[in-house]
C-alpha cells in the first residue's frame, strides 16, 4: 500500500508537470478537471507506472547466468548430446557434443565453468573442443587467431589441437541471447573443422 501511495504522488506530479509544460500553470490547467477525473487520472498513470515496473521486473527474473548449469545443459540439449558432471575443483562442467550438418559424428566439447565459489555462484563459462591432430603447428593457429574474430586455437600441453570460447554471464544474459551463443559455438566449431579439414 505504501509503495501504491507513493506511485499515486508521483502520477499527480507528473500529470501537474505536463500540464504546465501543454501551457499555461499548473493551477490553472487543474481546474479544467472535476476531482473525480483528477482521481481517475491519476489511478491510470499509477497503473500504468506498476505495470511497467512489473515488466522490468518480469525481464530480469527471465535472465540466464552461469549460477543455474541445469538450465544452460537444457539449451545444450538442442544440439546434441549433453550432460552435467563436475571438474576435478568441484566445479560445474558440461560435456556435450554438437552436430555439424556436413560430418558423420557429432564434434565433442565441453563447458567450463569459472569465478565459482565452492562449485556455486559461477560467473562465466569456457566452451572447448580438443582434436587429437598432429598436422598442425603454432603457426597455424596464430593464423586462425588472426584471421577470425570467435574462438581461440591453441596446441595444449598434451598436444590436443584446441579451440575455446569464452563467454562472460556475470550480470545475466536471455534464454534468447544463450541460444545465440550456442549457434555461435556450433558455427565457430564448423568453420574450425573447415579451416583445418580435421
Do not use: H
Amino acid at each position: 500500500m505504501k509503495i501504491r501511495s507513493m506511485l499515486r504522488g508521483a502520477a499527480a506530479a507528473v500529470i501537474a508537470t505536463s500540464m504546465a509544460q501543454a501551457g499555461g500553470s499548473a493551477l490553472a490547467q487543474e481546474s479544467t478537471f472535476s476531482p473525480e477525473q483528477r482521481k481517475e487520472i491519476e489511478q491510470i498513470v499509477t497503473d500504468l507506472m506498476i505495470a511497467k515496473m512489473s515488466g522490468k521486473r518480469k525481464e530480469s527474473e527471465q535472465l540466464l547466468d552461469a549460477r543455474d548449469p541445469k538450465k544452460i545443459v537444457a539449451i545444450a540439449k538442442r544440439y546434441g548430446e549433453a550432460t552435467l558432471a563436475a571438474d576435478p575443483l568441484g566445479d560445474p562442467l558440461i560435456k556435450g557434443s554438437v552436430k555439424i550438418d556436413e560430418r558423420p559424428k557429432p564434434v565433442p566439447y565441453e563447458i567450463y565453468f569459472y569465478g565459482c565459489k565452492s562449485g556455486k555462484d559461477c560467473k562465466n563459462l569456457q566452451f572447448r573442443s580438443r582434436w587429437d591432430f598432429k598436422g598442425v603447428t603454432d603457426k597455424d593457429s596464430t593464423r586462425w587467431n588472426r584471421e577470425k574474430r570467435f574462438g581461440k586455437a591453441f596446441i595444449d600441453e598434451d598436444g590436443n589441437f584446441t579451440l575455446e570460447m569464452n563467454v562472460n554471464l556475470d550480470l545475466g544474459v536471455t534464454r534468447g541471447n544463450m541460444i545465440d551463443t550456442f549457434d555461435w559455438w556450433r558455427a565457430v566449431v564448423k568453420d574450425f573443422t573447415v579451416f583445418f579439414k580435421l
